[in-house]
């Protein structure tokens, strides 16, 4: 019999257990670990072991895996628990893994979340997925097999993404008769293949996944092993450092804006920890302020830590959007717009200099062009060696050139802000995955000094509207000229201005490039940036260049907003410029006195929209400045069209 209002016996306890069981669950350290290796080695079957032995699998699913064990397995009679990872239906069918599964379970000891990844090269994307995260992997080799090139590809990807531990599973050791002589044969050779690798701590163990034997309770048959099982390994391993004792890196993912007394910049902390009253930084711009405020799904917080998703509120209305980062005052992150990164090839197609890609990290993307590939590595010796690709599947150190300023961390001090994927511009597919080794600047350590006086208050003061007013085109399809003489025009109604000349800066700001495609591409990216310098000065920039690859001009427009930047295409027949040849460039690279001229022997690519299309064949200079004023009063940089006292 119940009665009401009176307190039933034991009710108290029940839920003081549970409250204690969920606070130990809650202090309970976290092992993020992957299992890799060849086809068929047996990762699908040792993650099922191992969740069977932590009685990780509820009564339902042991249940149901056993019914698909009598209808795909490859065990007879017995659980096939590979199954239990397996859950695709072509993985079923085929006996392979194809997609990374990941699953949660926990010991008495700690809490685990396990990756199980594939082991055909095709799928090694798969697998650098599942190590990004982790700070163990569990490297399986087949006994009768030995260590194999996919031993030697997952272990290096592993030493690459910043993987500490290895646990050497040398299975199927019943195959062999339980031999020690093949086990130790084995484990010698793995640990002089990974010598230089940077492991802090390898683990050789024999196993049979399929039995359980030394997975979690030691084999009889091998009594001459006397290291650890695999379970008490995975329990014991020391993890890397408290999120106190890193540095503090906030990516904002989205500005939370729910009403206009709100503004919230909501993310997940990469690493670290922050409390209120911090002095954080914006790594973009090196403006500082105060939290003023930390926010959980849970309620208000006094302080987070890695790993939490919060919302922190700022003391000061500063300018950060989707892309930026906070950090502490010591220790930034770097910025820059030149990087150098490992390289993994996902793709068919092989990387190559010069190839644009989309750069995404966490929360920021910008435009990147690989401009240099220093070496690529051989799988077998680990020995890197010249070359002008990589090819799928291969490893290599490259040089890549930004669009825009990013911040990132050191792949080897920061895993989550050193990390990217390249992504083709066309299909949308993720082609490459990248880690960060070096700031491409010669000079490290610099940051974005914050200024009192912005562009909009220098415009101010001009009274006008500053632009960069971008002409491309043939060498002597009359783009200087009439850049020239447009300045001459807005100089007379009293607009403050400013002429870039290609060929006038190569005497001193780019005196040191030559004509290869690469110092090309420098030449437009040195150029770009004094343009924005000018720009942000408050001034109407007029620049002059070919710019002939479309890679390029897309790097410079996206440098600018949209408003700062007019891209005047002028297209002159290229029979024209030969006809007009005013510097005699066109008649000696007819004659080959000149190698890859623009136009002759080297291409000019038509830019795709640009904003001011100047159609010159049969036009004179006053009816092509006419457009073009014409056009700049549509824009509102200058005033009334027609009139000789133009005003803004």
């Known amino acids: 019999m119940v009665l009401l209002g009176v307190p039933q016996a034991g009710a108290e306890s029940v839920e003081t257990r549970i409250a204690d069981y969920l606070q130990e669950q809650e202090n309970k350290t976290l092992l993020r670990f992957l299992a890799c290796g060849s086809v068929d080695d047996g990762k699908s079957t040792l993650i099922g072991r191992l969740l069977y032995d932590a009685q990780g699998i509820f009564e339902d699913q042991l249940a149901h895996l056993k019914n698909d064990s009598r209808k795909f397995g490859t065990t007879g009679d017995e659980i096939d628990f590979a199954l239990l990872m397996d859950g695709l239906e072509a993985e079923r069918e085929q006996g392979i893994t194809i997609d990374v599964a990941y699953r949660f379970f926990s010991t008495?000891?700690?809490?685990?979340?396990?990756?199980?990844?594939?082991?055909?090269?095709?799928?090694?994307?798969?697998?650098?997925?599942?190590?990004?995260?982790?700070?163990?992997?569990?490297?399986?080799?087949?006994?009768?097999?030995?260590?194999?090139?996919?031993?030697?590809?997952?272990?290096?990807?592993?030493?690459?993404?910043?993987?500490?531990?290895?646990?050497?599973?040398?299975?199927?050791?019943?195959?062999?008769?339980?031999?020690?002589?093949?086990?130790?044969?084995?484990?010698?050779?793995?640990?002089?293949?990974?010598?230089?690798?940077?492991?802090?701590?390898?683990?050789?163990?024999?196993?049979?996944?399929?039995?359980?034997?030394n997975v979690s309770v030691h084999l009889v048959k091998t009594p001459w092993y006397q290291g650890p099982t695999l379970l008490a390994h995975l329990e014991t391993v020391p993890l890397e450092k408290a999120p106190d004792e890193q540095v503090f890196r906030f990516p904002v993912q989205y500005v939370s804006r729910p009403d206009a007394n709100f503004r919230g910049f909501a993310g997940t902390l990469s690493s670290g920890h922050v409390q209120i009253g911090d002095t954080v930084v914006v790594a973009k711009t090196g403006k500082q302020t105060k939290l003023r405020r930390i926010i959980s799904p849970q309620g208000d917080l006094q302080e987070a830590f890695e790993g939490q998703a919060v919302t922190l509120l700022l003391e000061d209305e500063l300018d950060l959007s989707r892309g930026s980062m906070l950090s502490g005052t010591d220790d930034r992150p770097i910025l820059s717009d030149q990087l150098v990164a490992q390289m993994i090839n996902f793709d068919d197609a092989p990387l190559r200099a010069g190839q644009s890609y989309w750069l995404r990290t966490e929360t920021d993307?910008?435009?990147?062009?690989?401009?240099?590939?220093?070496?690529?590595?051989?799988?077998?010796?680990?020995?890197?060696?010249?070359?002008?690709e990589l090819a799928l599947n291969e490893i290599g150190l490259c040089q890549l050139?930004?669009?825009?300023?990013?911040?990132?961390?050191?792949?080897?001090?920061?895993?989550?802000?050193?990390?990217?994927?390249?992504?083709?511009r066309v299909s949308n597919k993720t082609v490459a995955a990248g880690m960060i080794r070096e700031n491409g600047h010669k000079a490290s350590n610099i940051h974005w000094q914050s200024v009192v006086l912005d562009a909009k208050a220098r415009a101010e003061q001009k009274f006008q509207k500053p632009v960069v007013l971008w002409f491309t085109?043939?060498?002597?399809?009359?783009?200087?000229?009439?850049?020239?003489?447009?300045?001459?025009?807005?100089?007379?109604?009293?607009?403050?201005?400013?002429?870039?000349?290609?060929?006038?800066?190569?005497?001193?700001?780019?005196?040191?490039?030559?004509?290869?495609?690469?110092?090309?591409?420098?030449?437009?990216?040195?150029?770009?940036?004094?343009?924005?310098?000018?720009?942000?000065?408050?001034?109407?920039?007029?620049?002059?260049?070919?710019?002939?690859?479309?890679?390029?001009?897309?790097?410079?427009r996206a440098r600018f907003a949209d408003e700062d930047f007019i891209e005047?295409?002028?297209?002159?027949?290229?029979?024209?410029?030969?006809?007009?040849?005013?510097?005699?460039?066109?008649?000696?690279?007819?004659?080959?006195?000149?190698?890859?001229?623009?136009?002759?022997?080297?291409?000019?690519q038509r830019p795709h929209t640009p904003d001011l299309h100047l159609q010159t064949d049969g036009r004179n200079v006053e009816e092509l400045l006419a457009e073009i004023e014409h056009y700049l009063t549509k824009r509102g940089i200058i005033g009334s069209y027609g009139t000789d006292s133009w005003s803004i």
């Open 108 to 213: 008495k000891k700690r809490k685990f979340i396990v990756a199980d990844t594939p082991g055909h090269a095709e799928y090694t994307r798969n697998m650098a997925t599942g190590a990004s995260t982790a700070d163990l992997a569990i490297v399986l080799v087949d006994a009768r097999q030995g260590l194999i090139t996919q031993t030697r590809r997952h272990s290096f990807i592993a030493s690459l993404l910043g993987v500490r531990h290895i646990i050497l599973a040398v299975n199927k050791i019943d195959l062999v008769d339980f031999s020690q002589a093949v086990f130790e044969e084995i484990a010698a050779t793995y640990l002089e293949l990974t010598k230089d690798f940077g492991f802090a701590s390898i683990e050789a163990i024999p196993i049979s996944a399929r039995f359980g034997d």
């Open 473 to 556: 085109g043939l060498s002597g399809s009359g783009k200087s000229t009439l850049a020239g003489l447009l300045e001459k025009r807005l100089h007379s109604l009293g607009k403050h201005t400013y002429l870039l000349d290609g060929d006038n800066l190569r005497h001193g700001l780019n005196r040191d490039l030559g004509f290869s495609q690469a110092d090309r591409s420098e030449n437009i990216r040195r150029i770009g940036d004094v343009s924005h310098l000018m720009l942000d000065a408050g001034l109407i920039v007029l620049a002059a260049l070919i710019t002939p690859l479309q890679a390029d001009r897309d790097r410079l």
């Open 401 to 424: 050139q930004l669009n825009l300023p990013l911040v990132f961390d050191l792949y080897q001090n920061q895993r989550s802000t050193g990390a990217f994927v390249l992504i083709d």
């Open 365 to 388: 993307q910008v435009s990147a062009t690989i401009t240099k590939l220093q070496h690529r590595i051989d799988i077998e010796t680990f020995t890197p060696s010249d070359t002008h």
């Open 568 to 604: 005047i295409f002028v297209d002159t027949p290229l029979e024209t410029c030969i006809e007009r040849d005013p510097k005699g460039l066109y008649a000696k690279a007819l004659a080959g006195e000149i190698q890859d001229f623009t136009g002759i022997d080297a291409p000019y």
